[in-house]
């Protein structure tokens, strides 16, 4: 599943772990680059391996011609002034050449009083987002960061247990996550797709399995889906009934329906590609599995096993969650 203002050719990878099939959706690479900050670190990147080649190809040619050089070749007053040139004066103009030219890079990008801020808090081991619009209602998701092609968009990082570090390569670099403390991060999405972020600091057993997909979309199909994102779920049938009689309302929120905030808001999770934390796409079978035994999907994760719940109540509580959209 694609969402809107997403480019559906990009690829997905699976591979396998302690039985279960973990997914990945979109692209996690620093040279697949979707942002300005991670574009221009791509570049400097570039630039500064060119560089190192080219110093290295010097060097190597330097010894080359110097073995192959008569003794006496080279007087001692050429000498000096190959370590006064090679030694000196070339490393500090490349050096000052460097600096000029990336410290403007390093301002922040600027961000404005009604510029979308969005609060990112890292879990053990999934990721609370919340939209705070200027002027608007606050809107609660989970595990998937959408972004406003073209604007600017203020991270609030923050994390409720133990260190976490947000790191999407092809948007930006990465921000540690600290509890107690909240860590600002500015974003500018130059282009529209779904691309991979991942926790880069060890918080537990499923540390490798928190991911996240950040989706940019055109800012017109942005506004559609933040506004469609605030309408309640729908929260009929038999689907609500057992979610609600085996006390799923009290850590989850379905708004309309339940108001916990203790584990990931699930208010229009049929909207999101992939489940767990970004490790498996949204399938029905998948669903199944980790409401009944959601450690043995992602070991440490602190939502109890229900092995009295029957495969069907269970099917039927993933069809509702489907289609909560």
């Given at each position: 599943?694609?969402?809107?203002?997403?480019?559906?050719?990009?690829?997905?990878?699976?591979?396998?772990?302690?039985g279960?099939?973990?997914?990945?959706?979109?692209?996690?690479?620093?040279f697949?680059?979707?942002?300005?900050?991670?574009?221009?670190?791509?570049?400097?990147?570039?630039?500064?391996?060119?560089?190192?080649?080219?110093?290295?190809?010097?060097?190597?040619?330097?010894?080359?011609?110097?073995?192959?050089?008569?003794?006496?070749?080279?007087?001692?007053?050429?000498?000096?002034?190959?370590v006064?040139?090679?030694?000196?004066?070339?490393?500090t103009?490349?050096?000052?050449?460097?600096?000029?030219?990336t410290l403007?890079?390093?301002?922040?990008?600027?961000?404005?009083?009604?510029?979308?801020?969005?609060?990112?808090?890292?879990?053990?081991?999934?990721?609370?987002?919340?939209?705070?619009?200027?002027?608007?209602?606050?809107?609660?998701?989970?595990?998937?960061?959408?972004?406003?092609?073209?604007?600017?968009?203020?991270?609030?990082?923050?994390?409720?247990?133990?260190l976490?570090?947000?790191?999407?390569?092809?948007?930006?670099?990465?921000?540690?996550?600290?509890?107690?403390?909240?860590?600002?991060?500015?974003?500018?999405?130059?282009?529209?797709?779904?691309?991979?972020?991942?926790?880069?600091?060890f918080?537990?057993?499923?540390?490798?399995?928190?991911?996240?997909?950040?989706?940019?979309?055109?800012?017109?199909?942005?506004?559609?889906?933040?506004?469609?994102?605030?309408?309640?779920a729908?929260?009929g049938?038999?689907?609500?009934?057992?979610?609600?009689?085996?006390?799923?309302g009290?850590?989850?929120?379905v708004?309309?329906?339940?108001?916990?905030?203790?584990?990931?808001?699930?208010?229009?999770?049929g909207t999101?590609?992939?489940?767990?934390?970004?490790?498996?796409p949204?399938?029905?079978?998948?669903?199944?599995?980790?409401?009944?035994?959601?450690?043995?999907?992602?070991?440490?994760a602190?939502?109890p096993?229900?092995?009295?719940?029957?495969?069907d109540?269970?099917?039927?509580?993933?069809?509702?969650?489907?289609?909560?959209?």
């Amino acid at each position: 599943m694609v969402a809107a203002g997403t480019n559906a050719a990009q690829p997905t990878f699976v591979w396998h772990w302690q039985g279960a099939t973990i997914f990945g959706s979109g692209r996690q690479s620093a040279f697949t680059t979707f942002g300005r900050e991670a574009a221009w670190l791509a570049g400097l990147t570039g630039w500064m391996v060119l560089g190192a080649v080219v110093i290295a190809t010097a060097l190597a040619g330097l010894m080359i011609v110097a073995g192959r050089s008569r003794e006496g070749a080279l007087t001692h007053r050429q000498g000096m002034r190959l370590v006064l040139w090679a030694g000196g004066v070339v490393p500090t103009v490349v050096l000052l050449t460097l600096l000029v030219s990336t410290l403007p890079a390093m301002r922040p990008i600027a961000v404005a009083a009604d510029d979308l801020r969005i609060k990112v808090e890292g879990e053990q081991f999934w990721w609370r987002v919340r939209y705070q619009p200027s002027g608007a209602i606050p809107v609660d998701g989970a595990n998937e960061v959408r972004v406003p092609v073209g604007r600017n968009v203020e991270l609030l990082l923050e994390a409720g247990d133990v260190l976490h570090s947000f790191w999407v390569p092809g948007l930006a670099g990465k921000m540690d996550m600290v509890p107690g403390r909240t860590n600002k991060l500015v974003v500018h999405a130059t282009r529209a797709g779904r691309f991979r972020g991942q926790c880069a600091e060890f918080c537990g057993l499923s540390h490798a399995l928190m991911a996240f997909d950040v989706v940019a979309m055109e800012p017109a199909a942005f506004d559609a889906w933040l506004a469609g994102q605030r309408a309640p779920a729908r929260v009929g049938g038999d689907g609500a009934r057992l979610f609600a009689a085996n006390g799923c309302g009290g850590c989850h929120q379905v708004r309309g329906l339940s108001a916990a905030a203790i584990g990931p808001d699930l208010t229009h999770i049929g909207t999101r590609a992939a489940l767990g934390a970004g490790i498996q796409p949204m399938t029905q079978a998948n669903l199944v599995r980790f409401i009944r035994h959601a450690p043995t999907v992602k070991p440490g994760a602190r939502m109890p096993t229900y092995p009295q719940m029957t495969n069907d109540d269970a099917a039927t509580i993933a069809r509702w969650l489907e289609q909560l959209k």
